[in-house]
């Protein structure tokens, strides 16, 4: 790391402290703020503003903060890995089939310490047939992220058919929770989604030198030492370990791993070994902001963090593209 | 002296159509081995057969007697360099970025560079006259000068054997004389062994020891360039006129193309 690098990563992690105070700080019920930041800085004390912060806002935050780490995370790795800058969890399919998989475990009442697993093995489908189709020699870019648009239409139409037959009751929440909400998450799942997430995210650091090398092929990647197939097969797992985890916390939550990556390669390059942490810091402090935004915009209602990350990711990411003179994203 | 790389019975190709068609040759150690032959002869699918790439229906390759299969990719990387033909660079890695990139066999997970990879790295900037593009991004490279750094890349893997693919194919003159002629250089002062594939015949003649002709997936004729490249075995394989003559400078062969005016100039007296 060079010294520019350092510093972003100082100031990164700043604004991250900053953000995860100023969400615990506000929200649906109006807290005086000389007495929040009492209570923050005392998790030990007693009464309903203490319970707020600590109970109810600082677990969601957490939870952001894990899953908005975890989608950059995957979205740097399968940008890297399929060498496509449209590739990410959402774009693959790979957020749709865990949607899938969910959905199906809500509406046959399934317990939902069972729904990660439910999500993992939706997303493991889409993983697998993207997989295939990336295995294939003479696969172009722009056929893999058709694919990935195929079995996204494919598994919404499939969640929509569910939907249809079911009672209007079953599936409200879960319509919610598929526009990507933090606030549906049992207590039990913020418990385990960390078991989940920061060992996969330490293993895609592990392996972030061999991805560098990968982005220049597989052929080449191969010739440099790195053992290709079974490298990207490690990689395409674990980010789909951790968007299977991601999805059945918050649902389908877009653009946070389209648009953070190719953010964030314009400020600390293209180095994975950086990249890599710093997408995920950045990934967080999006995600908390959003849905700090989702919380608090029409007060005491909330709106789904989705909607928020869609609408902001959106616009940011085509004002940028109108902007760069050339079709040339990474 | 004993061969580097040894290959028997090759046979391979893609989606069931066979190219390469039981191939056998070797190279001996410090050699440099020009592989010749007109296109769709199979030059790129032996290519990559040798580099690992393409897995052989058939038929094995031994690197120092050992088949090439059974070597991890790691430390097959720390011997052999592979320079392709095209190298496709989607991220904007900075050029000492991507020619350290080189050393990823010889160092560890998280590839802390010594002082040791960092003088390698001086050194191969200098020997590809490429230390003038430090600090720029690879993409901002144009066609020519992306070859040399991935030339100094595959320097910076230290090898024993270097295969390349037409590595002069997107260089001017002055370019390929100053590869070509390093490749020489390394080749007889380092004793490194050189497989290159070539289209052009005559630097082909003016730098390899040993000249493989391979015409439709199969050897054609092996040998010295003198034994190689007569008017007749080129006429055969090629299907078109030439004229052999001794290049005055190196008294190396030297192939002479025949246009069709000056066929029928010439047919018709």
């Known amino acids: 790391m060079n010294k520019k690098q350092v510093w972003i990563f100082i100031l990164l992690i700043v604004i991250l402290c900053f953000s995860f105070i100023l969400a615990s700080l506000i929200g649906g019920s109006e807290l005086k703020s000389a007495k929040a930041v009492y209570y923050l800085f005392h998790p030990g004390s007693y009464g309903i503003e203490r319970d707020i912060i600590w109970q109810i806002r600082v ?4 939870l952001g903060l894990l899953v908005g780490a975890g989608l950059a995370a995957c979205g740097t790795v399968f940008q890297g890995v399929l060498r496509n800058p449209l590739a990410e969890p959402y774009t693959l399919g790979i957020s749709g089939g865990a949607a899938f ?3 199906l475990g809500v509406v046959l009442a399934v317990s939902g310490i069972y729904l990660p697993f439910l999500a993992f093995a939706g997303s493991a489908i889409s993983m697998f047939v993207v997989y295939a189709i990336a295995a294939r020699k003479q696969f172009s870019n722009p056929t893999l992220i058709l694919g990935g648009v195929m079995l996204n239409f494919l598994f919404s139409s499939l969640v929509f058919l569910i939907f249809s037959v079911s009672r209007a009751e079953d599936v409200h929440g879960v319509i919610l929770w598929l526009m990507g909400d933090l606030s549906s998450a049992q207590n039990l799942l913020i418990k385990i989604i960390p078991v989940f997430i920061l060992p996969s995210l330490g293993l895609l650091l592990v392996f972030s030198r061999d991805l560098n090398i990968l982005t ?3 052929e080449k990647a191969l010739h440099l030492g790195v053992n290709s197939e079974q490298v990207k097969k490690i990689l395409f797992i674990t980010a789909s370990c951790i968007t299977g985890a991601c999805v059945a916390c918050s649902g389908m939550i877009g653009f946070v791993g389209l648009v953070i990556p190719h953010f964030m390669r314009r400020i600390v390059g293209v180095d994975h070994r950086v990249l890599l942490p710093a997408s995920c810091i950045a990934g967080a402090i999006f995600l ?3 849905d700090t935004l989702a919380r608090t915009i029409i007060r005491p209602l909330e709106l789904p963090v989705g909607v928020i990350t869609g609408i902001f990711g959106g616009i940011f990411f085509l004002s940028f593209l109108m902007k760069s003179k050339r079709w040339k994203i990474f | 002296m004993m061969d580097i790389l040894k290959v028997k019975d090759l046979t391979c190709g893609y989606d069931g159509r066979e190219i390469i068609k039981e191939i056998s040759f070797s190279v001996e150690e410090g050699g440099f081995l020009g592989i010749i032959g007109p296109n769709g002869a199979g030059k790129t699918t032996l290519f990559r057969a040798i580099s690992g790439v393409l897995s052989s229906w058939n038929g094995n390759v031994f690197y120092k007697g050992k088949d090439v299969s059974g ?6 990387a720390r011997e052999v360099a592979v320079i392709p033909q095209v ?9 000492e970025e991507f020619i350290l990139m080189g050393r990823f066999p010889h160092t560890g997970r998280f590839g802390a560079l010594k002082e040791k990879d960092h003088e390698i790295l001086e050194e191969v900037l200098h020997l590809t006259d490429t230390s003038s593009f430090c600090g720029r991004k690879i993409t901002e490279l144009s066609g020519g000068e992306i070859q040399r750094v991935i030339l100094a890349q595959g320097f910076a893997q230290q090898p024993r054997l270097l295969l390349l693919d037409e590595p002069t194919s997107h260089l001017d003159i002055a370019h390929q004389i100053r590869i070509l002629d390093l490749l020489k250089r390394l080749n007889k002062k380092k004793d490194l062994t050189i497989i290159v594939v070539l289209h052009d015949l005559n630097l082909a003649a003016s730098y390899c020891d040993r000249l493989l002709l391979l015409d439709d997936g199969k050897v054609h004729k092996t040998g010295s360039p003198q034994e190689v490249l007569t008017y007749n075995i080129i006429e055969e394989v090629y ?3 030439v004229v052999v003559e001794k290049n005055p400078v ?3 062969p030297y192939v002479l193309l025949v246009s069709e005016e000056e066929r029928q100039k010439r047919g018709s007296k």
């Open chain 2, 71 to 76: 070597i991890r990719p790691r430390d097959l």
């Open chain 1, 59 to 62: 677990p969601r935050i957490i």
């Open chain 2, 250 to 252: 190196s008294s190396k």
């Open chain 1, 216 to 218: 220049l092929g597989e």
């Open chain 1, 288 to 290: 908390i902001l959003c």
């Open chain 1, 101 to 103: 998989g969910v959905t």
């Open chain 2, 87 to 95: 190298l496709e660079i989607p991220f904007a890695f900075s050029v």
């Open chain 2, 239 to 241: 299907k078109t006129v």
